[in-house]
């Protein structure tokens, strides 16, 4: 990989695996156990600057370019998706519409608590009718006097309940389809107050809280358990003109542009995904023992292992490769799919076959395969389904061989 990473690159990505390895990793299991989001966790990594890894010093940020926050999402869902999440749904979600979009008084009043992790942030695109259909939009924004008046709900949003910044679009001219639809930031007080304040991160009460946003019960989910999802309500809430984000009607089209980035995030999660379980089944076949050897030892289980060392690399090529041309400006949104549909797809793969490899007790709670492969589900759902990723390639590819 010595094509895309620096040296720098190189110490970073160790930095993010020794926190994973010795501060994740014990608790990970209880976290699941819970559906606890690891606010001490994410005081930690505030303090190390992992929230704000893309975004330019000046503004609270780490400065470091977009391969930087691949590696650490990478490197936290090795050992715990759940917190690979939240650095990755906070950062090109709920940070980088704002970075993008953005006036620089949005910025300036925005980024730097998201940056610096004094709350996290979040991204309300989801509806019950407009799930693989974004433009099926249904909240409305109604114009009134300096601002708008909106009305909707966003379900399965990250961070709903536990953020407090968050864009979302609405539909402002229903009769231009989605180039009616417009983009908004709404903010919210965290529901986990007494926590956040006495950790010192995670609320910030300086924010203009909009009234009327709210979050709904979180879910019980199969994966990504210790990662807050809920419903986020818009009910009556008011935001003057200086919370619309970007030009009137191109929403949804922000937010297209928005989820290419996230899609490279997405992919180097389930990259780390299946890496960790990978590693995992390996070390197991190198002890456990069958008919006097070790399981390693026979050749089926070599031939399953070195076809998904094979399949990472691969999947470590499409990821770093989506995320270093989206570092030189270059169009990646092709490649943004094609790795998220590969690595999403591989780490249910990996995740399966390790829980095999390791049989019986790959299917309890002593080994942690098993989390590992309900974490991996999501991967194929979220971001665009493996569906919609398949469209999403094969648009791209009309475009490119007829130009049309």
Known sequence: MDRYLTHQHWEFQEEVRAFAREVIGPVARTLDERSEFPWENVRAMAERGWLGITVPEELGGMGRDYLSYTLAVEELARVDASHSITVSAHTTLGTSPILSFGTEEQKKKWVPPLARGRVLGGFGLTEAGAGSD????????????????LDGSKIFITHAGVGEIFTVTAVTDPELGSRGITSFVVCKPTEDLDRTKALGV??????????????????????????DTRELLLEDAFVPDGNRLGELGRGFVNFMETLDAGRVGVAALSLGLAEGAFQEALRYTQTREQFGRKIWDFQAVQFRLSDLATEIQAGRHLTYHAAWLQDQGRPFGKEAAMAKLYCSELCMRATTQAVQLLGGVGYTQDYPVERMMRDAKVCEIGEGTSEIQRIVIGRHLVREAFGS
Do not use: I
């Open 202 to 227: 995670g609320h910030w009460p300086e924010l203009e809280f909009t009234p009327g946003v709210r979050a709904g019960k979180k879910e019980d989910k199969l994966g990504w358990r210790a990662s």
């Open 134 to 149: 974004a433009s099926g939009t249904r909240t409305r924004a109604v114009r009134e006097g300096g601002g708008w008046r």
